[in-house]
């Protein structure tokens, strides 16, 4: 097997019929649905809701909208994420917490499906209608139960999600959100002996969770949050993707999802990460969560003209017409394996894979996006079994060592997960693709690693392009990275000049003490022009958030200078940069930036 530890609960499902009501509906303008993310804390008869539930909630969900938005940008389109249901400030999520009537031991059960059929009976008994147009129901249900001997009642655990592109509902249960508070990803405990009160009354056995998280409350909480998000993924209708997938290391929709902890303190851990691969981006660029809505029309229409082994590829010929073609992935057995770009009305291409079993019938599904109605559409081929006798491509797995950079600074591209199917993986040629042109930029060669440095901010797209001795090749999907801008405090002073604090709220988490407004002044004390300007926030205490426009950040994330304009400023130019801080409780914080930019 090439993917280890797929634990069953990764798969998605499918809908099941239940009674809805509307009474939660979203009020719905003549325009069509809002396309909106809400999040619903199920609290059955018998639970009380967690401490700081909401908080945790309300903070872990912001931190999900950055995930997205950074591997959105990552893979070479906009920074765009899905919109969450919020507050009357528009920025902090809003969280239903709704008491049902039903017990805890009414969502438990056994059987998964019965789980899941059961789960859907609370959401309706809160009010919620399952489904509509234009929602993704983001719901955890109070329901786990832990055992006397530390471990957790496997009947009272729940993941789960499903999504039809214009509607979803995404589920995990009640222990999830107990790993959920930020300060657990960073907590390196062994968590064998701990207890955390959230999760229940007893000390934690080495086996509470699944070997495949790991032993530490930090790697424990990183694979709860990093599975949240991946449900929430099968919400918006993603399959799948296991390229260049590795445990706590690869895609958000495969077993990378553990590695959320390394997407927000790469420095930390540098052996998690998580992304978003290729066809994962594709698909979301062209969801109606991910953009204003289009108005409503036909999705493309696909005409399959072959499919065979070529090259030691498995490959389908098609034709697509649609309104505004955008690209095309390729599913085996409903996981994503290739995916292509595709432009204008009709096209004519080929799609290809290294990812198949020689004398094996598998389904196949081919889903052609078009972004002018945001819609696609699945052909599926549900009965090819690609020959036997003939010499594979090689499987292709690729990992990038950091995919947040600053030019100069060294980064290591891998390949060594990669190997031939019939042959000698040692003996393996790479190629590496530096910038995603489609053009190959280095000599064939059997090191399978290749050190390199972005000298110019912005972001690229790596692939590698491996061939076996028979020369057969396959080329493996994209991994991108932003390269921000270099660090220029030499160039610059910023001074403080004015600070207050106010019990007022307004924009952070339930519960927090208030905000803290810091003016500051940024100069530019060098002869040169500064441009494309970056804070990079260094540290920030605990519990403190910055304040941004319907976001928050976080330590360790970038953001564009605020109140520069242009994100300019010229040789001997001052400008005011205004930051406004969320407080968890009003005691001293430590608050810290980097000044990055382009030099002129």
């Known amino acids: 097997m090439k993917i280890m530890n797929r634990p069953a609960w990764l798969f998605t499902l499918a809908l099941l019929s239940i009674v809805t009501s ?39 969900a912001l931190r999900a909208q950055t995930l997205y938005r950074e591997n959105m940008a990552r893979q070479g389109y906009s920074e ?11 920025t902090i999520p809003k969280v239903h917490v709704e008491r049902v009537p039903q017990g805890d031991f009414q969502f438990q059960d056994p059987d998964y499906l019965t789980q899941w059929a059961n789960i859907l009976n609370g959401v309706v008994a809160a009010g919620f209608t399952p489904f509509a147009p234009g929602e993704v129901l983001w719901v955890i249900p109070e329901m786990h139960e832990q055992l006397a001997d530390g471990t957790i009642l496997p009947a009272s655990q729940f993941v789960g999600g499903a999504g039809t592109g214009s509607a979803g509902l995404a589920a995990v249960s009640g222990d999830f959100l107990a790993r959920m508070p930020a300060s657990f990803l960073t907590d390196d405990r062994n968590y064998q002996g701990l207890v955390i009160p959230a999760v229940g009354p007893f000390p934690l056995s080495s086996n509470a969770f699944p070997f495949f998280e790991g032993s530490t409350v930090s790697s424990t909480s990183s694979s709860a949050q990093g599975a949240a998000a991946h449900e929430l993924g099968h919400g918006f209708a993603l399959p799948h993707d296991f390229t260049n997938d590795e445990n706590f ?44 809505p289009a108005p409503s029309g036909p999705g493309p229409s696909i005409f ?22 955008a690209g ?61 006798g003939i010499n594979r491509a090689p499987f292709t797995s690729i990992r990038v060592s950091k995919s947040a950079l600053v030019p100069g600074e060294p980064v290591a591209l891998d390949a060594g997960r990669s190997f031939d199917p019939d042959g000698d993986r040692s003996q393996l040629q790479v190629e590496w693709d530096l910038n995603g042109d489609g053009t190959f930029d280095t000599a064939p060669s059997v090191a399978k690693i290749l050190n390199i440095s972005f000298a110019v901010p912005g972001t690229y797209q790596i692939t590698a392009r ?70 990079g926030i260094a540290r920030l205490t605990e519990g403190a958030l910055l304040l941004g426009t319907k976001t928050v950040f976080e330590e360790g994330q970038y953001l564009d200078a605020p109140g520069v304009p242009g994100q300019q400023l010229a040789s001997g130019e001052a400008v005011s940069v205004p930051f406004a801080l969320c407080l968890e409780k009003r005691a001293q914080f430590e608050f810290f930036v980097n000044v990055h930019a382009v030099t002129n």
Not at 35 to 60: G, M, T
Request: proline share 6%; glycine share 8%; net charge neutral.
């Open 80 to 90: 765009k994420t899905f919109e969450l249901e919020t507050e009357a400030d528009g």
């Open 466 to 535: 491996l061939t076996d001795v028979k020369g057969d090749s396959s080329v493996s999907s994209p991994i991108g990275v932003r390269v921000e801008p270099a660090n220029v405090n030499g160039l610059v002073r910023f001074e403080i000049t004015n600070s207050r604090f106010t019990p007022d709220a307004t924009g952070c988490p339930s519960d927090y003490a208030g905000r803290f407004f810091v003016d500051a002044l940024l100069t530019n004390r060098s002869e040169m022009a500064l441009s494309r300007m970056r804070i």
């Open 328 to 388: 095309a992935v390729l599913r085996r057995n409903g996981n994503a394996v290739a995916s292509v770009p595709l432009s204008g009305t009709t096209a004519t291409a080929t799609i290809s894979t290294y990812d198949y079993e020689p004398g094996i019938t598998d389904t196949w599904e081919l889903v052609v996006y078009d972004s002018q109605w945001q819609t696609y559409t699945v052909g599926r081929i549900s009965t090819f079994a690609p020959v036997t």
């Open 22 to 60: 509307p009474s939660r509906a979203f009020t719905q303008s003549a325009a069509g649905p809002a396309y909106k993310v809400r999040i619903i804390y199920l609290i059955p008869s018998n639970r009380e809701p967690q401490p700081n539930a909401e908080q945790i909630l309300q903070r872990y």
């Open 249 to 292: 290391f690869g895609n958000l929709m495969g077993n990378g999802l553990r590695g959320f902890r390394g997407f927000l303190y790469p420095e930390r851990y540098p052996d998690s990460h998580v992304d978003l691969s290729a066809a994962t981006a594709l698909h979301l660029n062209n969801s109606p969560f991910f953009n204003a």
């Open 304 to 325: 399959i003209l072959g499919a065979g082994t070529v090259g030691g590829l498995f490959r389908f010929d098609f034709r697509a017409v649609g309104g505004a073609l």
